[in-house]
């Protein structure tokens, strides 16, 4: 009886520990990123929009400007996560996510008076600034409790959002069919209900190093390309058979168990840990660890040097200092950064490089409708940027890391390569050929991905970590405003004008059709021609900044973080030779 209850109270101990372990804590981050980006859903549901609230498309993309002003300004998260737990900033993302998106849905379906537009937008701008809540509770989390491997862990999280568009079409396709109304409520409660789930599984734990780390995260990278090569997969398939609602759900039911796979990893590590953390512990004869000489001089050295530094920083003012910045890739203040040529040059090359990738994500939509393509091959174009946005994402932080250490290629010469590549995207929208819109999607859904990363390594590596989250969120805010320039002032204007022209062609008005509709391929051809000049413009942008910081590539940018940690490192394997 005794024993009976042993083993009972052993059971439970080990499932506390799996599920208050690092690895269980990773598995629920990659869930609840697998339901973070609702935003790249937008092509997918904003035709409904357009056409139940009677909008045109100029007021539509202003729809479009606030969700990426909302998705892109995340300062408020990080300060929010600064003062309060983890639990409290994901259940504030949740609220917000289910309210945005659900008032929304009520709006569309008609269940609540017609809205006027301004708080359309404040809607969409509040759901879709709950994502920035779950990347801070979630991805920052990740990052504290595996800081040794920070760079795989941002990739992995941020490639489950990059797939999270083309997971909830599977969702959605299964639970509610072909209705699109019906993916903006699966958008409000999906979410909210997966964060509040994992809610306390996400927090800060121990650090404790695992000499098998890097490849437990190949295996959950393995794993997330199966998952994406099946979401691909699907979405060609249900392009050729019209799938029934038992091969739908057999195809969700699939996704899910893909999205549990990485449950088995995470059990498998904590297994481990559980078994080396009960092992009989012998009494260790004593050791005594003499700290080498040079090494304590070193110290010294650094120590002083640190003080004077500091003495030094204590006397000028942040303001006198801002255009007297120090070296690339030391720690630059907040306003040194702002107003160095570098930082210009890269918010220029992210103005025009996701300003128009974002252009052309938010209008998928109304590019299929006007091409005479059906509403699931419009949902087929937003699940390829979904799919090849995941692989953009860890294509550029895998490759460029490797071309960085291996040939000194400057991170910005990628940023080039990838804008060139979104430039392709854009022309074969503004001159379609058959089956052109496919290969376009999967080139903007890539290219799009890919400078998210890059973006933020370029920061990190060039301005220095003190201040990397302010200038972080200072970076991605260039983002929403090409954003607005181009999608609202530029495509959205042509658009309107090209339908209207065709509205007057018919003898018709404005006032009388519900929405404003254009069809044929002139309607966004003068547009994505100018989306391609820009991006073009924003790639010589981003060689130039290549050119001016490749001396700074060639050398090792690495170094001081390994000289800081060198001891630490040797004294961490002369223990456990010991």
Known sequence: ?????????????????????????????????ACAGATYLFGTYSKDIKSTLGYDQTTLNLMGFFKDLGANVGVMSGLIAEVTPTWFVLTIGSAMNFVGYFMIWLSVTGKVAKPKVWQM????????????FANTGALVTCVKNFPESRGVMLGLLKGYVGLSGAIMTQLYLAIYGHDSKSLILLIAWLPAVVSLVFVYSIREKKVVRQRNELNVFYQFLYISIFLALFLMAMNIAEKQVHYSKAAL????????VLLFVPLTVAVKQEIEVWNMTNLPVEEPSEVKVEKPKQVVDLDHVQDKTA?????????????????????????????????SIDMIILFVATFCGLGSSLTAVDNLGQIGESL???????????????????????????????????????????????????????????????????????????????????????????????????LFNCGQLASPLGSYILNVRVTGMLYDREALKQLKARGLTREDVKDLTCIGSQCYKLPFVILAAVTFFGALVALGLAIRTREFYKGDIYKKFRDSHQYESERVSESRKS
């Open 1 to 33: 009886m005794g024993n009976g209850n042993h083993q009972s109270n052993e059971t439970v101990r080990f499932l506390i520990h799996i599920f208050n372990g690092r690895w269980f804590m990773v598995f629920a981050s990659f869930l609840i990123m």
């Open 121 to 132: 937008c404040l809607y969409i701008c509040i759901g879709a600034n709950s994502q920035n």
């Open 249 to 256: 759900v057999a195809s969700a039911a699939i996704c899910c």
């Open 307 to 339: 003080k004077e530094d500091q003495e030094e920083k204590e006397k000028k003012s942040c303001f006198s200092t801002v255009f007297d910045p120090p070296s690339r890739g030391e720690d630059y203040t907040i306003l040194q950064a702002l107003f």
């Open 372 to 470: 005479g393509y059906p509403n699931h091959t419009v949902s087929s174009f937003v699940s390829l940027v979904s799919i090849w946005n995941y692989f953009g994402r860890v294509f550029s932080g895998f490759v460029s890391e490797y071309l960085l250490a291996k040939y000194k290629l400057p991170r910005p010469l990628m940023m080039t390569l990838v804008l060139l590549l979104s430039c392709a995207g854009h022309l074969l929208i503004a001159f379609p050929i058959p089956g052109s819109v496919y290969i376009a999607s999967i080139l903007m859904g890539f290219s799009f991905g890919a400078q998210l990363p890059l973006l933020f390594a370029i920061i990190s590596e060039l301005f220095g970590l003190k201040y990397y989250s302010t």
